[in-house]
C-alpha cells in the first residue's frame, strides 16, 4: 500500500536560512512524487513533480526536491527562504496507473522575520 | 485557462441536515475530478474520483455520496450530516491521471 511520511510537524526557521522538509515514501511500484503547498484557508498549489529522469527537480519559487530511490525520500529544499513562504507543505505520492493519491500529514514552516 | 470554482465558499450546517458542495471546472475538456476532505489542521483524505459524466468512484465514502452530472461538474452530497464532517473540502481535475490541480476549497462546519 502505498503511504507517505513527513516526520516534522512543524519546522521554524529564520529568513534567509536554508530548509529542508523531509518526506519518505513507500510504494511498490515506481511512484510519481509530489510537493504541495497550502496557505491559510486555501487549497492546494503544485510546487513540483517527479515522474522519472533528472533525479533533482526544480519547482517554483526557488524550492526543490531530489528522489533518492534507495532511500524512498523525496525532500524538498530551498535554499534561502522568504517570510512569505510561511506555510503548511504536503508531500504526496501517486502512479502511472491508479487515480489515487497519498498525502503526507504535512510541515507547516514557519518563517521568522 | 482553465478555472476551478467551488461553491459554497463556507456552510455552517447542523447535524442531521443535507449537504450538497458543488464543483466545476472552465477551459478543460473531460477532466478527471476529484473530491477530497481536510480535517482542520490535517492532511487530504481522497474521497471520490471520476474519470467521465455518470461514472464515480469511491476511495473512502465517510457517509458521502458524489455524482458528476455533467463533464464539468463534480457534487459532493449527503442526506444527514455528522458532526464528524467538518473540515476543509477540496476539488480537484487532472488530465493525466497523475498531476492534480486544486480548487479554492469550502470550509464545512457541523454544529
Known amino acids: 500500500a502505498q503511504s507517505v511520511t513527513q516526520p516534522d510537524a512543524r519546522v521554524t526557521v529564520s529568513e534567509g536560512a536554508s530548509l529542508q522538509l523531509r518526506c519518505k515514501y513507500s510504494?511498490?511500484?515506481?511512484?510519481?512524487l509530489f510537493w504541495y503547498v497550502q496557505y491559510p484557508r486555501q487549497g492546494l498549489q503544485l510546487l513540483l513533480k517527479y515522474y522519472s529522469g533528472d533525479p533533482v527537480v526544480q519547482g517554483v519559487n526557488g524550492f526543490e526536491a531530489e528522489f533518492i530511490k534507495s532511500n524512498s525520500s523525496f525532500h524538498l529544499r530551498k535554499a534561502s527562504v522568504h517570510w512569505s513562504d510561511s506555510a503548511v507543505y504536503f508531500c504526496a505520492v501517486s502512479s502511472s496507473n491508479t487515480n489515487k493519491v497519498v498525502f503526507g500529514t504535512g510541515t507547516r514552516l514557519q518563517v521568522l522575520p | 485557462a482553465q478555472t476551478i470554482h467551488q461553491w459554497p465558499v463556507a456552510e455552517i450546517k447542523a447535524v442531521g441536515s443535507p449537504l450538497s458542495l458543488g464543483c466545476t471546472i472552465k477551459g478543460k475538456s473531460s477532466p478527471n475530478l476529484y473530491w477530497y476532505w481536510q480535517a482542520t489542521g490535517g492532511t487530504l483524505q481522497q474521497l471520490f474520483y471520476s474519470i467521465t459524466v455518470g461514472q464515480v468512484e469511491s476511495v473512502v465514502q465517510l457517509n458521502l455520496s458524489a455524482s458528476r452530472p455533467k463533464d464539468d461538474q463534480f457534487i459532493l452530497s449527503t442526506e444527514k450530516l455528522l458532526l464528524s464532517h467538518s473540515g476543509f473540502y477540496l476539488c480537484?481535475?487532472?488530465?493525466?491521471?497523475?498531476?492534480?490541480?486544486f480548487g479554492p476549497g469550502t470550509r464545512l462546519t457541523v454544529l
Open positions: 480537484a481535475w487532472s488530465l493525466d491521471l497523475v498531476e492534480q490541480y
Open positions: 510504494y511498490s511500484g515506481t511512484p510519481y
